[in-house]
């Protein structure tokens, strides 16, 4: 199984930047589809971001985003520190959510029930 633990979430101000990390052990986060999800009070976990492989040797990956984040977040990994990212610019009062990352097989796209691990979730407060 994968263990994973998220971190740099805080509170900022509407347009500032966080970067959140998702550290994994376990198992290596190139042999898993991850994503990022959140969500807020009162709603169901959204779909945020994904990197996946394709199902071929030595192909790169390809990242899908939400449509409410794309432009402004950018997913991505270090295969070397086990470590998945996101970026996130351009921050709005909107984008207030715990995020969680998550790894899934190599079929996993933006449903949360498709991914099989889940970290603890990472506070992101955007005041306006």
């Known amino acids: 199984q994968v263990q994973l633990v998220e971190s740099g979430g805080g509170l900022v101000q509407a347009g500032g930047s966080l970067r959140l990390s998702c550290v994994a052990s376990?198992?290596?986060?190139?042999?898993?589809?991850m994503g990022w999800f959140r969500q807020a009070p009162g709603k169901e976990r959204e779909f945020v971001a994904t990197?996946?492989?394709?199902?071929?040797?030595?192909?790169?990956?390809?990242?899908y985003y939400a449509d409410s984040v794309k432009g402004r977040f950018t997913i991505s990994r270090d295969n070397a520190k086990n470590t998945l990212y996101l970026q996130m610019n351009s921050l709005k009062p909107e984008d207030t959510a715990v995020y969680h990352c998550?790894?899934?097989?190599?079929?996993?796209?933006?449903?949360?029930?498709?991914?099989?691990?889940w970290g603890q979730g990472t506070q992101v407060t955007v005041s306006s």
């Open positions: 990197i996946n492989w394709r199902a071929a040797i030595w192909i790169d990956s390809r990242t």
């Open positions: 376990g198992r290596p986060v190139s042999r898993y589809t």
């Open positions: 998550a790894a899934g097989p190599t079929t996993a796209g933006t449903t949360a029930s498709d991914y099989d691990y």
